[in-house]
């Protein structure tokens, strides 16, 4: 489990024992199962849920279903024809429009002559941002640090950016245009190892940024005072950030002659207003209730009215918090094994809750619906289709669509109304043949030609790496594209851009800018697209914020000879 030779013979082992549909275990198989159980325990400190190792050894998972050619055609025809039905449909944007032309000119003339059709609703405009994907062959280096970014995402405006650091900083940019200036970094309360995820909440008046890390803490602190700035005309240069003054206030255009005792008296500010930001910090406990105070948060979001906050742990339990009340709404306990991601799946509504799991499954819930006392609530509904854990879950806000990562190296589009009720409580999981470890080893199978026996997810998307750590996938914006893309991070230090046939029509390479060579600084962990300019910021474990913008391709620049 350890290493990659450990993982191929735990793959041929279960190879071998395909066809063979006995009840029973040997005394060899159970070994191997008690063994596999203590690598776990060494590995992540705590034991294997039991119910899955028993369904283990009664023979109760279900094969992988192994593709054919034929198939695999079978299904980029069917993917093809769901692209055309979802682009058709008017839920992914305007219809699509055969005469529109890429050329960013040519559409500005079409919608001119086209202007009484336009006047006539939606569907005969034409739609000038839907093909402006950020293409930049040449992405520009915004800023870096010494530490890994582990999240980063816009304000609902547009008008900020924040990246997250392994080095308890928040950093928040103005973003003026496709300019980026940094305003200042945000000290945070210091957790275990990392700052696992942050969420802004979606008034533009009161906004307030919450923060998790592997602890069973939810820090809370107001970004009023970050909004008070000037937009800065062009981008600052790039400065190196130091790790001594990581926690600070930063300072981009500094004078390197000033003296020392400048230095000093600066020095001695920035800790001061370091200490007060902290000091502001609200502090969501989820541990009141759980006498081993001993599990971590993964994911953390706002609902849409900012009523509330949901998080998902690793103690399996999905968390509902009223900020109003000051709290604690819901425990939800109804996956048997880490929650990596949680989401509200309407933005116009804080009562549907999405969950994906390092149990292989996607859960939706209504905390409307009140929760039975057993130990394992049922869901609403489950997303069923992933042969390895959920790292990531993002929701259209709809109410419908949604998109999820998996660890089993596929993205999938999932449509609410299509997914299985939960009846048994556990989804009829499928448990993976393969025992791996996906931060350091390479996932042993082929995602090509694998496929969940019940897969009732909308469409695949395949070619991203999700390695390392939990790599996120979004929808793109509503405002410019209609959601009609999917783009991911990867572990090989590239944004891939999918549009809805699961054809990848962009590859933007981050690692471009890399300044060494080990696949762990390429790790590009989330990326973010601007809710209105053709712009995506992607962030990386080297420390590199990476900006891509769109270049229209289409026009040449012709040299003018002087007469």
């Not at 994906?356 to 929760?371: A, C, F």
Request: glycine share 6%; proline share 4%; net charge negative.
């Amino acid at each position: 489990m350890g290493n990659t030779e450990s993982g191929r013979e735990d793959e041929s082992h279960t190879e071998d024992g395909e066809g063979e549909e006995s009840d029973e275990v040997d005394e060899g198989e159970l070994s191997r199962l008690q063994a596999l159980a203590i690598q776990y325990a060494l590995l992540h400190g705590r034991l294997p849920n039991f119910g899955n190792l028993n369904r283990l050894r009664a023979g109760s998972t279900p094969k992988p279903k192994q593709l054919t050619p034929e198939e695999e055609a079978e299904i980029r025809k069917k993917n093809v024809q769901t692209r055309r039905d979802l682009l058709h449909s008017g839920d992914f944007g305007p219809r699509p429009n055969k005469t529109i032309k890429k050329n960013v000119a040519l559409q500005l003339r079409e919608r001119e002559l086209n202007g009484c059709a336009a006047s006539r609703g939606a569907s005969g405009r034409v739609p000038l941002a839907q093909n402006l994907i950020p293409n930049s062959t040449r992405p520009t280096l915004v800023d870096k640090y010494e530490s890994a970014v582990y999240s980063s995402f816009f304000s609902q405006d547009g008008s900020l950016f924040f990246t997250t650091c392994k080095d308890w900083t928040v950093n928040c940019y103005s973003v003026y245009q496709e300019k980026l200036s940094i305003k200042r970094s945000i000290p945070v309360v210091r957790g275990q190892w990392t700052l696992t995820d942050a969420t802004l909440s979606h008034s533009n008046t009161n906004r307030f940024l919450a923060y998790s890390s592997i602890h069973p803490v939810i820090h809370m602190i107001p970004v009023d005072t970050l909004q008070n700035y000037e937009p800065e005309p062009e981008e600052m240069p790039v400065k190196k950030r130091s790790k001594k003054n990581s926690n600070s206030t930063l300072e981009f255009n500094q004078d390197e002659s000033e003296s020392s005792e400048s230095e000093s008296e600066e020095n001695q500010m920035q800790e001061d207003e370091s200490t007060t930001a902290i000091d502001t910090h609200k502090v969501i406990d989820l541990s009141r209730d759980n006498l081993t105070n001993s599990f971590g948060i993964w994911s953390v979001k706002f609902s849409a009215d900012d009523k509330f906050l949901v998080a998902g742990s690793s103690d399996e339990c999905v968390y509902i918090y009223d900020i109003e009340r000051q709290s604690l709404l819901q425990t939800i306990s109804g996956h048997s094994d880490h929650i990596n991601s949680v989401a509200f799946l309407d933005s116009s509504s804080s009562d549907l809750i999405i969950s994906g799991s390092d149990d292989n499954l996607i859960k939706i819930w209504d905390k409307r619906v009140p929760l039975a006392g057993a130990a394992n609530h049922k869901a609403s509904a489950v997303c069923i289709g992933h042969t390895e854990g959920i790292t990531y879950v993002d929701s259209k806000g709809d109410g419908r669509y949604l998109i999820s990562n998996g660890k089993d190296q596929k993205a999938k589009l999932w449509d609410v109304r299509k997914c299985s009720k939960d009846e048994n409580g556990n989804g009829d999981n499928y448990f993976s043949r393969f025992h791996w470890d996906y931060r350091r080893m390479n996932y042993p199978g082929n995602p090509r030609v694998e496929r969940h026996p019940k897969d009732n997810s909308v469409v695949t998307f395949i070619g991203h790496k999700v390695l390392r750590t939990l790599i996120r996938v979004k929808f793109s914006p509503e405002w410019s594209t209609g959601q009609r893309y999917v783009y991911s991070g990867s572990s090989d230090g590239v944004v891939y851009v999918y549009d809805l046939s699961g054809e990848c029509v962009a590859e933007l390479k981050a690692r471009s800018l890399s300044e060494g060579n080990s696949e762990w600084n390429y790790v590009v962990r989330e990326a973010s697209w601007h809710p209105f300019y053709p712009m995506m910021i992607a962030t990386s474990w080297e420390g590199h914020v990476t900006k891509f913008v769109y270049e229209d391709k289409g026009s040449r620049k012709r040299k003018m000879d002087v007469v």
